[in-house]
């Protein structure tokens, strides 16, 4: 059986995924209106509950039709369609996300950053590990949550409560005794990873090391406040724009919108409409802040959309405050094997929240086995089971050849020609 927020369903489809959440659909019958507006960003909130037959349920966190609402119209009368992801899921995922460039600090600084700003509960990994930078800047939750689990050696899973947990990829929980009507042991040679490079590269931290930024973009006319993303000494900036310009910048220790915040230097650029500037200049480096001036394409020879880009270039200052112990400012390591007969080295991972060259040496296994996870897998196929769950450890009543396998994946579907239960998992190594 299985109901949506208590209302039966015709059909049904739940995935439970390690380190993207939940994805679901399901049929209702009867036309049903939404009392929220999806094109106003509002979200209705379900839960699906399902059982197996057998005593066992599962109910699922809160869901939000974030992908599809529809309605199908037959001869046999008007049924509702939705589709989407886990509450959750939604919430991290939304783009353009920023946080204030952090340093010195820990893995659950930025995790409780993520949280406040999402209102989800998140427990981060078992150990907490120090990091030298971090740059949330434009991006969504999800990427930066997934970088801190590839370095901390863990899994993501949104639990049934809608809460997300940092899970490390040797916890296997209980085990299921599943009976499928089918499975698949595959192993791919392209997956399989011998070892790789790790470079941390925190060039905001090498003293007097002139360092290139990358644009900040405008595309809008008018007086700008932008966050340098890290700070920078001794700053000269160039205007690099395609259509529009960039002008009357001014170089500041803190947000110019604080009573508190200084202007460093203020650089006019050649612009003919000099700004008179009553506000001292300190010269005191490093920058934080900088106030730009974008003007738009000069028309009517120039009738483009705004596209200004700034260049801010200058000296990287030292590390504000004392080093946080057993953190290495740069490094570059060999993960495994990347070089001989047999090798099959994996991607570069140039990463700064790896915080020491010495605990990539005392978790270079774990690091292998996280890169081979889609090397040696196996798919199971047969009756629901709602005794399956993320990171159990599988085990079947097949030839001893099936070797036991760490759940990734779990599927459930339901209609009214039979439910069934899709795992997918790969080989324990350990």
Same mark, same amino acid.
């Given at each position: 059986?299985?109901?949506?927020?208590?209302?039966?369903?015709?059909?049904?489809?739940?995935?439970?995924?390690?380190?993207?959440?939940?994805?679901?659909?399901?049929?209702?019958?009867?036309?049903?209106?939404?009392?929220?507006?999806?094109?106003?960003?509002?979200?209705?909130?379900?839960?699906?509950?399902?059982?197996?037959?057998?005593?066992?349920?599962?109910?699922?966190?809160?869901?939000?039709?974030?992908?599809?609402?529809?309605?199908?119209?037959?001869?046999?009368?008007?049924?509702?369609?939705?589709?989407?992801?886990?509450?959750?899921?939604?919430?991290?995922?939304?783009?353009?996300?920023?946080?204030?460039?952090?340093?010195?600090?820990?893995?659950?600084?930025?995790?409780?950053?993520?949280?406040?700003?999402?209102?989800?509960?998140?427990?981060?990994?078992?150990?907490?590990?120090?990091?030298?930078?971090?740059? *949330?800047?434009?991006? !969504?939750? /999800?990427? %930066?949550?997934?970088?801190?689990?590839? $370095? #901390?050696?863990?899994?993501?899973?949104? &639990?049934?409560?809608?809460?997300?947990?940092?899970?490390?990829?040797?916890?296997?929980?209980?085990?299921?005794?599943?009976?499928?009507?089918?499975?698949?042991?595959?192993?791919?040679?392209?997956?399989?990873?011998?070892?790789?490079?790790?470079?941390?590269?925190?060039?905001?931290?090498?003293?007097?090391?002139?360092?290139?930024?990358?644009?900040?973009?405008?595309?809008?006319?008018?007086?700008?406040?932008?966050?340098?993303?890290?700070?920078?000494?001794?700053?000269?900036?160039?205007?690099?724009?395609?259509?529009?310009?960039?002008?009357?910048?001014?170089?500041?220790?803190?947000?110019?919108?604080?009573?508190?915040?200084?202007?460093?230097?203020?650089?006019?650029?050649?612009?003919?409409?000099?700004?008179?500037?009553? *506000?001292?200049?300190? !010269?005191? /480096?490093? %920058?934080?802040?900088?106030?730009?001036? $974008? #003007?738009?394409?000069?028309?009517?020879? &120039?009738?483009?959309?705004?596209?200004?880009?700034?260049?801010?270039?200058?000296?990287?200052?030292?590390?504000?405050?004392?080093?946080?112990?057993?953190?290495?400012?740069?490094?570059?390591?060999?993960?495994?094997?990347?070089?001989?007969?047999?090798?099959?080295?994996?991607?570069?991972?140039?990463?700064?929240?790896?915080?020491?060259?010495?605990?990539?040496?005392?978790?270079?296994?774990?690091?292998?086995?996280?890169?081979?996870?889609?090397?040696?897998?196996?798919?199971?196929?047969?009756?629901?089971?709602?005794?399956?769950?993320?990171?159990?450890?599988?085990?079947?009543?097949?030839?001893?050849?099936?070797?036991?396998?760490?759940?990734?994946?779990?599927?459930?579907?339901?209609?009214?020609?039979?439910?069934?239960?899709?795992?997918?998992?790969?080989?324990?190594?350990?």
């Amino acid at each position: 059986w299985a109901n949506l927020s208590g209302a039966p369903v015709l059909n049904f489809r739940v995935s439970q995924m390690a380190n993207r959440g939940w994805d679901w659909s399901a049929t209702v019958a009867g036309r049903i209106t939404f009392p929220v507006d999806p094109a106003a960003g509002e979200q209705e909130v379900f839960v699906l509950h399902v059982g197996d037959g057998r005593g066992h349920t599962l109910t699922s966190p809160p869901l939000v039709a974030s992908s599809q609402r529809a309605w199908d119209y037959s001869i046999g009368g008007e049924v509702t369609i939705y589709s989407g992801t886990d509450q959750t899921s939604w919430k991290l995922s939304q783009p353009f996300q920023s946080l204030p460039t952090l340093r010195n600090t820990q893995f659950s600084t930025i995790i409780k950053a993520i949280a406040d700003a999402t209102g989800v509960t998140i427990y981060g990994p078992t150990a907490d590990l120090n990091l030298t930078e971090e740059d *949330v800047k434009q991006s !969504n939750w /999800w990427d %930066a949550l997934a970088r801190m689990a590839e $370095v #901390a050696i863990c899994n993501l899973v949104v &639990d049934p409560s809608g809460a997300l947990r940092f899970v490390p990829l040797q916890w296997v929980g209980e085990t299921c005794n599943f009976v499928p009507e089918k499975a698949t042991r595959s192993q791919n040679p392209t997956r399989r990873v011998t070892g790789f490079l790790i470079n941390k590269l925190t060039s905001h931290y090498q003293a007097a090391a002139v360092t290139q930024d990358r644009y900040y973009t405008f595309d809008s006319a008018g007086y700008k406040v932008q966050q340098l993303r890290h700070p920078v000494s001794s700053a000269v900036a160039v205007d690099e724009s395609t259509s529009g310009s960039c002008s009357l910048v001014g170089f500041w220790d803190g947000n110019p919108n604080t009573p508190t915040s200084n202007l460093i230097r203020f650089q006019s650029m050649g612009n003919a409409d000099q700004a008179f500037v009553t *506000v001292p200049a300190t !010269n005191k /480096w490093p %920058a934080t802040w900088i106030t730009v001036a $974008v #003007a738009e394409s000069a028309p009517p020879f &120039d009738a483009r959309p705004i596209a200004a880009r700034l260049a801010i270039s200058g000296s990287s200052p030292p590390p504000e405050g004392a080093q946080l112990q057993g953190v290495d400012l740069s490094f570059t390591v060999t993960v495994g094997v990347i070089k001989g007969q047999g090798a099959r080295p994996g991607p570069v991972r140039n990463e700064s929240l790896y915080p020491s060259k010495a605990y990539v040496i005392a978790n270079e296994q774990g690091l292998i086995w996280e890169s081979n996870k889609d090397f040696d897998t196996i798919r199971t196929d047969g009756p629901i089971d709602c005794t399956a769950r993320l990171f159990g450890k599988l085990k079947m009543a097949l030839p001893a050849t099936v070797p036991p396998a760490r759940i990734q994946q779990v599927d459930h579907t339901g209609s009214d020609s039979g439910f069934s239960t899709a795992l997918n998992g790969f080989v324990i190594p350990w």
